[in-house]
């Protein structure tokens, strides 16, 4: 958190952050001390018979309940309002066979898009596409880990060159036809979101030349650039082909 951006309340917040013990220890006096007073001023006012003891105790219940249910309402609404990123009808299903790219970077989309397809324990195998150097890292580690701990077998895609189209499009290609060998055409989606251009392009080609399934995820994401995970949806994507006809007749209409 930078100072420059600092808003009052995150300010309110560290006085009630145990990560800052002089501040919590101050907060939490200051707030014993008003509640006390509040109460003082309560007894001082009504008095002190148990009747009135009772009665405020069971009003300042029923206070607390009454704000917590309206700020439950209040998140729960916004949060919905934020899950429509992608409407039900275009949203992907979960598939058996997943095919994705892994990047250095722990806070990437990959967790978000295999959990998706983890529903009802539907992802079986998945296929990490990978350069060298990512597969030596920690993340790519904890992934495969991960992924075995779910009871779903990963396969490395192994791209050397992410730079080159033809690479990764015969990588997705080899990928593409062991998942139908496993799984079966149908029960494979091949994700988008990640990865450099060319390493998408090709993606996107050899899905297209084999008539597979592909998704893009859309999140938000909070201030550290992690997606919120209640907001992720993922997109199916298609690439429609025209007809020989539409495409001499587009030409002609260039050329004139």
Same mark, same amino acid.
């Given at each position: 958190?930078?100072?420059?951006?600092?808003?009052?309340?995150?300010?309110?917040?560290?006085?009630?952050?145990?990560?800052?013990?002089?501040?919590?220890?101050?907060?939490?006096?200051?707030?014993?001390?008003?509640?006390?007073?509040?109460?003082?001023?309560?007894?001082?006012?009504?008095?002190?018979?148990?009747?009135?003891?009772?009665?405020?105790?069971?009003?300042?219940?029923?206070?607390?309940?009454?704000?917590?249910?309206?700020?439950?309402?209040?998140?729960?609404?916004?949060?919905?309002? +934020?899950?429509?990123?992608?409407?039900? &009808? #275009?949203?992907?299903? /979960? %598939?058996?066979? !997943? =095919?994705?790219?892994?990047?250095?970077?722990?806070?990437?989309?990959?967790?978000?898009?295999?959990?998706?397809?983890?529903?009802?324990?539907?992802?079986?195998?998945?296929?990490?596409?990978?350069?060298?150097?990512?597969?030596?890292?920690?993340?790519?580690? +904890?992934?495969?880990?991960?992924?075995? &701990? #779910?009871?779903?077998? /990963? %396969?490395?895609? !192994? =791209?050397?060159?992410?730079?080159?189209?033809?690479?990764?499009?015969?990588?997705?290609?080899?990928?593409?036809?062991?998942?139908?060998?496993?799984?079966?055409?149908?029960?494979?989606?091949?994700?988008?979101?990640?990865?450099?251009?060319?390493?998408?392009?090709?993606?996107?080609?050899?899905?297209? &030349?084999?008539?597979?399934?592909?998704?893009?995820?859309?999140?938000?994401?909070?201030?550290?650039?992690?997606?919120?995970?209640?907001?992720?949806?993922?997109?199916?994507?298609?690439?429609?082909?025209?007809?020989?006809?539409?495409?001499?007749?587009?030409?002609?209409?260039?050329?004139?």
């Amino acid at each position: 958190m930078s100072w420059q951006r600092l808003r009052l309340t995150d300010l309110f917040a560290l006085f009630f952050d145990p990560k800052v013990p002089i501040l919590f220890l101050v907060g939490s006096i200051m707030l014993a001390v008003i509640g006390n007073g509040v109460y003082d001023l309560l007894l001082q006012s009504f008095g002190t018979t148990l009747p009135t003891v009772a009665t405020i105790v069971v009003t300042a219940t029923l206070i607390l309940i009454g704000v917590t249910l309206g700020f439950w309402v209040l998140v729960h609404r916004y949060r919905v309002q +934020d899950e429509i990123l992608v409407p039900p &009808e #275009q949203e992907a299903q /979960p %598939h058996t066979g !997943l =095919i994705l790219t892994v990047g250095p970077d722990p806070q990437s989309a990959a967790r978000s898009i295999m959990e998706w397809h983890l529903k009802d324990a539907t992802l079986r195998h998945c296929w990490l596409m990978v350069t060298p150097s990512v597969e030596q890292s920690q993340h790519y580690k +904890d992934l495969r880990y991960w992924l075995m &701990e #779910q009871n779903v077998v /990963p %396969h490395l895609v !192994l =791209i050397t060159d992410p730079e080159q189209v033809d690479v990764s499009y015969d990588a997705v290609k080899e990928a593409i036809t062991q998942a139908c060998q496993l799984v079966g055409d149908k029960s494979i989606i091949v994700d988008i979101t990640g990865g450099l251009k060319p390493m998408t392009a090709g993606m996107v080609l050899a899905c297209r &030349e084999l008539s597979t399934a592909m998704q893009y995820l859309k999140a938000r994401r909070d201030d550290t650039g992690r997606i919120i995970p209640y907001t992720a949806r993922p997109m199916m994507v298609e690439v429609k082909r025209g007809s020989p006809g539409e495409e001499t007749k587009r030409d002609e209409t260039h050329a004139a």
